[in-house]
């Protein structure tokens, strides 16, 4: 808990629950009982239902479930099915190697969009949205003991409990870390020791994410990809900005080039599908969403290095 006096690193966290993890020290989840808002790139990850249809939303990369708390406050969350009595109870929770059903058990660019119920239509609450047109979050989180403190510390059981959150504990980027039918979209946060996972600057990884979105109109995938390279020629480059670039080209190619940029708060943040006009975003957010238009937009081509020459020994 960081005090509301408090000054310090972390002083814009005044008041909030923090998850701070291994030796770098880390932000990988807040919580505040005052606000669902994090004030960091959650906020903007968080935005990708206003984007894709209703239904699962895979988040690779869980934490202790900041981005799936800022989603349900608000877009309709629940299951994605309506259930009949005699029908079996949503998933809840899974662990590595196994599913539990019922109660938790602790432990391009131009074409016109669909209009989907995530895109704001007025205050709607998840019990009174049709399955249909409704969100769920799978998350996926490699560490029980961020699981755990997620949900002693961080309100991560109480979306549980209400049904618009299921949890896996185990490995993200396994192949069996998918829904049947596909996502509607997936997040994707992945990074180890404050490093992007090596596997993400490889195309092979970006393709075998693809195949786990959901046929029909316009799945996307949301990427964090870390360390915003500069936009200005001449400029010095973070050391971690080269793995950024590695990952942008790997997921562009397995996306055929279809990519779309936003940094924020000195971190490239990646899109898949048509470029998002003004309308769509932040124009179609919720009004709790919608400040995040002023920090900039979805952009093609801003990187200096796709136009200036680049040393090949970095590929």
Known sequence: MVPREHEGPFEAFAGSRLLLLDHTHNLHSVFRDDTTLSGGLWDVLATLPSLVPPGPIGMLGLAAGTVPRIIAAHYPC???VDLSPDSPAP???????????????????????????????GASSSS???????????GWELDPAVVAAGRAYLGMRQL??????????????????????????????????????P????????????????????PRLLANLGQAPPRVP??????EAYTTLRAYEALEAAFEGDVSLLTFQSNTLALTGPLPAPEEWPGSLPPGLRHLGREGCWERDVYPLQTYQVPLSLF
Not at 128 to 138: D, F
Not at 199 to 218: C, V
């Open 234 to 239: 001449g400029m010095r480059w973070h050391s």
């Open 199 to 218: 596997q993400l600057t490889k195309r092979s990884t970006w393709e075998a994410l693809r195949s786990r979105l959901a046929p029909g109109p316009r």
């Open 128 to 138: 009174s949205s049709p399955a249909s047109e409704r969100y769920l979050v799978h």
């Open 91 to 121: 998933l809840r929770s899974c662990g590595a190697h196994n599913c539990h059903s019922g109660r938790l058990h602790h432990g391009s660019g131009g074409a016109s969009s669909p209009s989907f119920p995530g895109r704001y239509r």
């Open 160 to 197: 549980e409990e209400a049904g618009k959150l299921v949890v896996h504990v185990g490995d993200a980027l396994a192949p069996e870390a998918r829904v049947p039918g596909g996502f509607s979209g997936i997040i994707v946060d992945l990074f180890a020791g404050g490093r992007l996972l």
């Open 78 to 80: 629940g299951p994605t």
